[in-house]
């Protein structure tokens, strides 16, 4: 192995999480090296210019909340500029009724608001994020999903409260409630600084801020003085030296390092050869969120100032955001239906959206520009936005502060993080609290 290059610390994955290790460990003096398999960095952010480079838009994740200090001070260190999201609704929280579902009476209301903060409640008995697993009701609540919880509730009455909940998992995770445990719902909202209020589409929420230049800028900016090689898959990870870790890339190359961070989301794991066999503890069983973000520019907002027409018929999207610059229509097709439209003609996707905001906005508007991002089939994301657990025994559940393999192979991720797990800010946490911890080994 002697021609073999080698380094410290050795991290794979240009998103978020790697940037940031690779950041602190450049200033503590650490000679690493960060490997992405595509042959672009950001990972699951994805910005493209349109009409000849005036304006831009995000096809992966994007949006900030005030309450995100680690993503908003980097934002502040490189000089970018925010705009804030602007909604077009009168209660972007009222979900259903976007999407021309019935409007909520005030009981309805009132019982979805009880449950709410019921379950912000419930997050609170989880000491913190770290030792969620160790709570005594932790084994009862991961074996429960959320959409069991709701429909068991007595204060759900009607099948258009359970609607409007179940669409709230859904926006927040591209998971449908049958496929998130009660657990890691709970032990997400612990994870936000406020709770559930600041999760709220609308003013001061997690949607409240975007990046002018587009969120991948972001990424471009904290790549500058990193080293960085593009476009080569990891395929396996030898570490059965105690002394070198040996990594094999798609390419055929082969290079060493003493320390290595995996800064890709825990559901990908079961994609790279290990030697030797990480133990059944390691892998997990969670799933990835499933997303197809659509973004249609139009020549004129005429979403704006109406009253959404009620239909029993439902489109592709569970979600609808506007956008100014360019003037657009961004629709997020969410969990089974992601899965769905993965598998249908592309064109057939374009044709059933239109028709939904035909139907919701009674017009005969057409796109300028039509643009189809299928998270679901990139390989080294395989979704977005997140991986979720299922109800599922929490005892097969992963120790988000454990190394993968004990003071040598460490996994950082949004699913990692102590704080906005799901979020941009999740990542960075997740990837500055490893590389500190892998700095302290040296």
Request: hydrophobic letters at 35%; charged letters at 20%.
């Amino acid at each position: 192995m002697s021609n073999i290059e080698s380094f410290d610390v050795i991290i794979i994955g240009a998103g978020f999480a790697g940037l940031s290790a690779a950041k602190y460990l450049t200033s503590k003096s650490v000679r690493c090296l960060v490997i992405e398999g595509r042959a672009r960095i950001g990972g699951r952010t994805l910005s493209e210019k349109v009409f000849d480079e005036k304006w831009t838009i995000d096809l992966g994740g994007q949006w900030i909340g005030p309450k995100q200090k680690r993503v908003l001070s980097l934002i502040d260190q490189f000089n970018l500029h925010l705009v804030e999201q602007t909604w077009y609704h009168q209660d972007p929280s009222h979900l259903g009724q976007q999407l021309g579902l019935s409007p909520l009476t005030n009981d309805q209301l009132d019982a979805i608001e009880k449950i709410c903060s019921e379950c912000d409640t419930m997050s609170l008995e989880l000491a913190d994020v770290e030792h969620a697993l160790e709570y005594e009701k932790s084994s009862e609540w991961s074996q429960i999903s959320v959409a069991q919880f709701i429909h068991d509730h007595p204060l759900v009455k009607d099948y258009r409260t359970e609607q409007e909940l179940k669409l709230h998992i859904l926006t927040l995770t591209a998971c449908d409630a049958e496929n998130v445990s009660l657990l890691y719902w709970l032990i997400l909202i612990r994870s936000i600084p406020g709770g559930l209020n600041s999760l709220d589409d609308g003013l001061n929420g997690a949607q409240h801020y975007k990046i002018s230049s587009g969120t991948q800028n972001l990424c471009y900016r904290m790549s500058e003085h990193e080293n960085i090689r593009l476009n080569d898959p990891l395929v396996s990870i030898n570490y059965q030296s105690n002394d070198e870790i040996l990594l094999k890339m798609k390419s055929g190359v082969e290079i060493q390092c003493r320390r290595l961070l995996l800064a890709f989301s825990p559901s990908l794991l079961s994609t790279i050869d290990f030697c030797p066999s990480l133990s059944t503890n390691n892998y997990c069983s969670m799933t990835m969120g499933q997303c197809i973000k659509t973004i249609f520019i139009y020549s004129k907002p005429f979403w704006r100032n109406i009253l959404v027409d009620q239909t029993d018929k439902q489109g592709p999207c569970s979600n609808i955001f506007e956008s100014n610059y360019p003037i657009a229509l961004i629709g997020l097709v969410l969990g089974e239906r992601a899965s769905y439209w993965c598998k249908r003609d592309q064109n057939e996707l374009i044709e059933s959206i239109i028709e939904q905001y035909s139907v919701l906005y009674n017009t005969n508007e057409k796109p300028l520009q039509t643009f189809v991002q299928y998270w679901p089939k990139e390989s080294l994301s395989k979704g977005c936005y997140a991986a979720v657990y299922p109800a599922s025994p929490c005892s097969t559940w992963r120790n988000r502060t454990k190394a993968l393999v004990d003071g040598r192979i460490w996994l950082a991720s949004t699913e990692m993080a102590l704080e906005w797990i799901g979020y941009i800010e999740g990542a960075i946490e997740a990837g500055e609290r490893f590389a500190e911890e892998i700095h302290r080994t040296f």
